[in-house]
Structures are given as C-alpha cells and as structure tokens.
C-alpha cells in the first residue's frame, strides 16, 4: 500500500506540462534513434545527456526525459531489425530471426504489431517489477558500511563485462583504465592535485559527460568510417500497416514467458538488454519450437526476444538505482548523468528524493503508453525517417554532440578532451576491450577510494575491516565465483576454438 | 597497444608515490592509485605476453578517411571560436558528409541548411548561448 502512495505522488511529479511534453519528445526521439541503424541506446542517451545540462532542466525532469529515450531505443530497436534484416541496435539483434523472415512472407505489418505489443508487455512488467522491488533493495542496502560498498563496486566491477564477454583480462583493465581516469584531479580528501600535469582545466577531474560522449558517440563515427559505404538495402514495402489481431493474442504466452526472463537478465549485474534478448529468445525456442519454425518466421520468435530486451532495460534500472551501480551500458551512462547533477543514486536517494524515484517510475509507465500509441499506428513515419543515409545523419550527429558539450561550459578544452576520448574509445573498441567498465570505472572510482579511505579510518589503518562484516564477505565471494565461472568459461571457448583450427588444418 | 598501457601504468604506479600526506587520514592519496596500478601492470603484461583475439585494422584506404575526420573534428574544435558557431558547424557537417560518402554538393546543402538551423534552435529558442559570429569578424 505505501507503494501505491508512493505511486500516485509519483505520477502527481511526472504530471507537470514540462515533464510530459519531455516525455513524448523523449519517447519519439528515442523511437527514431533506435530505428536508426547504427546509433543505439548508448549512444543515443550519451549524444543527448549534454544537451540536458545545457538546458538546466532539473534531476528528475533530465532523467524522465533520458528514461524515455531508453525504452523508446528498445521500442525502435525492431523497426529496421525487421524490414532491413540490420539490427536498429544491439539487443534487436535477436529480433532479425524470426522478423525479417515474416516480412519476407508478407507479414511486416504483423511482425511490426506483435513487436511493439510485445515491447510493451515487457517494459510494463519491468516497471512493475521496478516499483516493486527497488524499495526493497534500497531497504536492505542501507545495512552497507563503507568496507561492504567497496566489496560492493569490486563485485560490480567483476561482473560488468558479463559472463559472455570475451577475455576477462581485457574487461577487468577496461575498469581499471576507468578507475586511474578517476584519480584525476584534486584528491577530495587532502587537497592534493593527482596526475594534472599542471593543466588547471584537470583539477576538477575529467568531467565524465565529456568522457563518455566521446567514448561512445565520437569512436562510433570513426568506425563507421571503417566499413565500406554501400547503399543500404531497400526496406520490405508493407502493403498494409493494419495487423491481424489474432496472431498477435497467440504469441501471448511467448511475450510473458519473454518479460521473465528478461526482467531477471535485466536485474542481474553486468547482463543488458542484450543478454535479455537473446536468453529470452533461446527459452522461447526451446519450449515451442516443436515443429521447427523458428528461424523461419515464426511469430513466437519476434516476440519472445522483443518483450525480453525491453523487460530487461526495465530492470537493469533497479540495481542502479537502488545500489548505485548499473546493471549495463545505458544505465551506467544514466548513472553518470545523475551524479553529474549531484544526485547520488543508492539506498538513500528513495528517503532523500522520493519525487524524483517515483516520479521516474510513474512517467515510466506513461512513457509505455505513449510509446504503444506511437509505435503501432505511427509505425509509417519512423519507416521513412529511418531510410535517412549515414553521410547525412552521422554529421547532424556530430554537430549536435559539439553543441551539447560545449554548451555545457563554453570550454574548447572540453572539447578536445572529448575528440581524445573518442579516439581512446576507437582503439579499445578495435582492441575488443569493451567501454561499459571504464565508463563505469570512471564513475565509481572517486566513490570507492573514498569508501576504502572511510573504512581504513575507522578501523585504523587496520585491512581486516575490509573483510570483517558478513555483507562485505557475501560479496566477495560472489566475486570470486564470477571470476572463476568467467575464466573457466574463456578458457573453454579457448579451447575449443583451438580444437577447431586443429581439425580445419 | 598492451604495452602503451603496461607503460602507462607503470608510471602511472610510480608517480602515485609522491603523493604524500601525513595527517589526518590513515590512508593518503597515494595508497588507492597503487592498488589500481598494480594489477593493471600484471594484467596489461599478461595481456602482451599471452594476446588474445586479434584486431582487424582498416586498410590505408579507410584510415585516411579516419584520420581526414579527425583532423576535421580537432579542427573544429580550434576554429569554433574564431568562426562562430554556424560557420565552423557548417564546414564540419559538409566535411563529415563527403568524408562519409555522400556526393559533395549534397552534403554542403545539408550544412548549409543545417548549420543556421542548429544554431537558430539552441541560441534563439532554446536560450544556450553560441556565438553566431566568430571572433574573427566580431
């Protein structure tokens, strides 16, 4: 019951003109951004974060606005993943296997319709999830001491890469490039200035926003120009956008079966949207796949990895939230947002700013509506802004980047800074060293030497405390069982892939 | 590329020990950059030592036209004050454009209509400040 008071003050916050007209240009930007092959959900809310400052919209309104052009990233994603058979962003990826094939047959129109039902269906159960069990972690996070926050970001830190990354070694100095980026800057403790080179702009530290703008939306520019520019392929002509009800009701058991398993993706550490799909949509084949149409076209196999991937963006919000620490890419860069505002994510901020939690949550399940609406009759108008060529749409890109960073402090220097980061951003991408646990790093570095420093001063210099109460050995040790499921797994594939080149050879 | 980073945190390692403090808090600032330093050094060290994966680099070709874009983009960020905003975002879209792909006088359209556009939307209605003319000419 408190939830629901909760609740109903929440969408008293979210009900402002300000915040709802953010709201819908949130969701439709975040729509067309996701169609868009090429630009996906980190890119897209890290292009668009500066602009949120320049504009000084206060915490909740930014995040309202953020979380908005998330889902509506999730929503989109499908769009292009099933009339161009090219995922709109990472987690459609999955949705190109039963997608593209119904469009092939003629049935765009359903295959677009069950989509967005079924993006709806797993958002709102996340959200749903989201209000239920965010206060309860918060609840039992306020028990953490300094030392069980520092085991807390080693686990974070550990898992970030996710059990299916490639070498853990690559992952684990990603966050520890991220964490010497961290120490930056005047130390908030004894004042003293850390690796500045005597640059006065870097004695208030490297400012994160810049950092992962150009981390994510300037190294994508440059591997674009990687690939062989061809024109991209006609999108399928969809006859009629009027889908037939029934196939949708049928795939109802897929969508929710899709949101489970999702939303725990999702919840767990280090998982992403990208893990919700794919596991979402490999249960779903085994359970239903008895006469081998999957793959093929089936409409199970559009809706399943569809109602995962947003079920699972829904989640990923509650470990950030409530702890602090996101649970993938896209809410490591809504992390990086809050903090820039001063709002610092954890167990305190549901006591401190019930508004802007609850607010968040109550445009979440407006943002699904609104994003239904504009997702299955609209469905028109994002088909032809989605055929837009890259040599138009990266420069525009690029610009507005420029002018959201630099209308943050009229610096130059922030600028260069950014350029560098894209190039730093470019190399590891190339290297298969992925961004998400620096930029994670980056931001939880300050916050962990302080929880290490805090610790070590209550217990007088004494390293026992790190490992002294039950939470803080809780977490380690589900650090340690990550790291050896994650090196016995990159082993294993190791192996096998030698075994392969044997038998080729 | 490991050994750039073994180097760097080597020396990023070394200089955390000049950091020294010696009231007030137990642990100073160097302690936390050693902790970081360290195992970068044996995991960047490993990472050389034992690779895994290997990167593709583009070909000449291609990295022309990365290197091209970002001599556009680091030239922006120099010419943005002298030329002003609509100018310098006019040259980097149309820049961009044609390093993309995109036949030159399409692109240049698309700058031209775009830049002014930028610049009304942000400085007129959305009140951020950008200069309109650089301090070249102003």
């Known amino acids: ?505 | 590329m490991g050994v750039v980073i073994f180097v760097v945190a080597a020396l990023y390692t070394w200089q955390a020990g000049d950091y020294v403090i010696t009231f007030g808090d137990v642990l100073g600032p160097s302690v936390f950059p050693v902790i970081v330093g360290i195992p970068m050094m044996i995991l960047s060290a490993s990472l050389v030592v034992f690779p895994t994966g290997q990167a593709e680099w583009p070909a000449p070709q291609r990295m022309w036209r990365q290197a091209a874009a970002l001599a556009v983009l680091v030239g922006y960020t120099i010419l943005l004050q002298p030329l002003g905003f609509p100018l310098a975002t006019f040259a980097l879209i149309a820049l961009i454009g044609i390093i993309l792909g995109g036949a030159a006088w399409k692109a240049t359209l698309l700058g031209a209509l775009m830049a002014p556009a930028l610049w009304a939307l942000f400085d007129q209605v959305l009140g951020l400040p950008l200069d309109f003319l650089g301090t070249l000419f102003g």
């Open chain 1, 1 to 505: 019951m408190e939830t629901l008071s909760l609740l109903a003050g929440g969408f008293a916050v979210a009900m402002t003109p300000l915040n709802i007209g953010l709201l819908l240009m949130g969701c439709f930007v975040g729509t067309l951004l996701g169609a868009l092959p090429g630009l996906g959900p980190v890119n897209g809310v890290a292009v668009l974060i500066p602009l949120t400052f320049a504009f000084g919209f206060d915490p909740t309104s930014s995040m309202i606005l953020l979380s908005a052009v998330y889902f509506g990233c999730m929503y989109g994603g499908r769009i292009s993943s099933i009339l161009l058979n090219i995922p709109g962003d990472e987690p459609a990826i999955m949705t190109t296997l039963d997608g593209y094939p119904m469009a092939v047959q003629g049935q765009a129109a359903n295959a677009l319709a069950i989509s967005g039902v079924a993006s709806f269906v797993g958002a709102t159960i996340a959200v749903i999830g989201l209000s239920l069990f965010a206060p309860l972690l918060a609840r039992a996070a306020i028990h953490f001491g300094p030392a069980d926050y520092f085991a807390l970001y080693i686990l974070a830190f550990a898992t970030i890469g996710g059990i299916a990354g490639v070498d853990p070694r690559k992952t684990l100095l990603s966050a520890l490039i991220g964490l010497l980026l961290a120490t930056v800057g005047i130390d908030p403790i004894s004042g003293v200035p850390r690796y500045t080179f005597e640059n006065y702009h870097l004695f208030d530290g490297i400012e994160p926003i810049v950092a992962l703008v150009g981390l994510f939306a300037i190294s994508e520019i440059l591997m674009l120009l990687e690939k062989t520019v061809k024109d991209r392929t006609k999108a399928i002509p969809v006859g009629s956008w009027l889908p037939q009800w029934g196939v949708i009701w049928k795939t109802r058991w897929a969508m929710l079966r899709g949101s489970g398993v999702g939303f725990v993706a999702g919840v767990l550490p280090g998982a992403g949207a990208s893990l919700g799909s794919f596991m979402a949509y490999v249960t779903e084949k085994q359970t239903s796949n008895k006469k081998g149409t999957f793959g093929k076209g089936d409409p199970r196999g559009v809706a399943a990895p569809e109602s995962g991937n947003n079920a699972a963006a829904g989640g990923a919000l509650i470990p950030m939230l409530s702890l602090g620490v996101p649970g993938s890419g896209t809410t490591a860069v809504l992390l990086a947002m809050l903090i820039s505002l001063n709002v610092q994510p954890g167990p305190l901020l549901f006591e401190r700013q019930p508004e802007l939690v609850w607010g968040l949550v109550a445009s979440l399940y407006m943002a699904n509506i609104a994003l239904l609406v504009l997702n299955l009759p609209m469905i028109g108008v994002f088909t032809r802004l989605m055929m837009t060529p890259t040599w138009a749409l990266m420069p525009i890109v690029a610009a507005v980047t420029f002018v959201g960073v630099y209308g943050i402090s009229n610096s130059v220097f922030d600028l260069e800074m950014m350029v560098f980061f894209g190039v730093l951003g470019y190399l590891l991408r190339k290297l298969d060293v992925s961004l998400v646990p620096l930029v994670l790093g980056l931001l939880l570095g300050g916050d962990m030497e302080r929880n290490l420093r805090r610790a070590m001063s209550i217990s007088d210099g004494d390293w026992g405390i790190l490992i002294a109460s039950p939470i803080s050995i809780t977490l380690y040790i589900m650090t340690a069982g990550f790291l050896i499921l994650s090196v016995w797994l990159a082993v294993r594939d190791h192996k096998q892939a030698q075994a392969e080149r044997m038998t080729e050879g």
